[in-house]
């Protein structure tokens, strides 16, 4: 358990000591999502009283960026360059795999850090709400994980792409970690809050469905981009709704 816990916080983290993950990690993925959320949560409702608003908020998603290693906002560049673009189906990988951005990329993550940034100066300074929806995300991923085909041979994510064995009832787990975090963030908005893990779910399989029906399922890049796409707009929703 030591392992497979410090495997999903170094795989999705500068922490963790670069231990390498093991199959059964992403059955931890949420607790990543935990740690990250209780940091940059905990610096966002000590400065939402003392600092302007928005400097805030640009603070606070320097801070996630910095504890993810920007690995899942690169994720999302590369698969809207992927995914968005009009490519033959045989170059969608390359134009994934490769160094450069393109201009789908690009504005996806001006985008995404603009709506965050934006959504986190408007909403009231909450970590529980914070830890709700960075928790869902990433149990959503490792659902992913469990449910469809990884598209790619090898690749980062290669070593989640079976299931491990350990935990025949992987998919229950999973299921019920998702329906604590969404507990989480109905507790931290009130009964309306139940918007918000509705709206991850939409985009998390409108993010997937578009990856499995262009490249035939899953890569690290799809489910990079599905978890800084779920935790951005659920965001924007919950400063919606407070408005």
Same mark, same amino acid.
Request: net charge positive; no cysteine.
């Given at each position: ?5 410090? !495997? ?8 963790? !000591? ?36 928005? #400097?805030?908020?640009? #603070? ?11 690995? =899942? ?12 673009? =009009?490519?033959?189906? !045989? ?14 990329? @690009? ?82 908005? !009130? #009964? ?14 409108? @993010? ?36």
């Amino acid at each position: 358990m030591k392992d497979d816990l410090l !495997g999903a916080v170094s795989f999705l983290t500068i922490l963790g !000591g670069g231990r390498p993950p093991k199959e059964s990690s992403k059955y931890w993925f949420s607790l990543a999502g935990v740690l990250v959320a209780a940091v940059s949560g905990l610096l966002w409702q000590i400065m939402g009283s003392s600092f302007a608003r928005l #400097l805030a908020a640009f #603070l606070v998603v320097l801070v996630i960026l910095l504890l993810t290693g920007a690995i =899942h906002i690169d994720g999302l560049a590369d698969a809207a360059d992927g995914l968005l673009a =009009h490519l033959e189906s !045989g170059k969608r990988f390359k134009v994934m795999s490769g160094p450069e951005v393109g201009t789908f990329g @690009i504005v996806a993550v001006i985008m995404a850090i603009g709506l965050l940034t934006t959504s986190l100066s408007v909403l009231k300074p909450n970590a529980l709400l914070l830890i709700g929806v960075f928790s869902l995300s990433r149990e959503f991923v490792a659902l992913v994980m469990e449910s469809m085909p990884y598209a790619k041979p090898e690749g980062i994510v290669s070593v989640f792409a079976r299931s491990s064995g350990v935990l025949a009832r992987a998919k229950l787990i999973l299921a019920g970690e998702a329906l604590l975090s969404s507990t989480l963030i109905i507790v931290s908005l !009130g #009964l309306k809050g139940i918007v918000l893990p509705l709206v991850m779910l939409v985009v998390q399989l409108a @993010i997937v469905l578009r990856a499995k029906a262009l490249i035939g399922g899953y890569t690290g890049d799809v489910l990079g981009a599905s978890i800084v796409a779920t935790e951005t707009l659920a965001l924007v929703a919950g400063a919606l709704m407070q408005r």
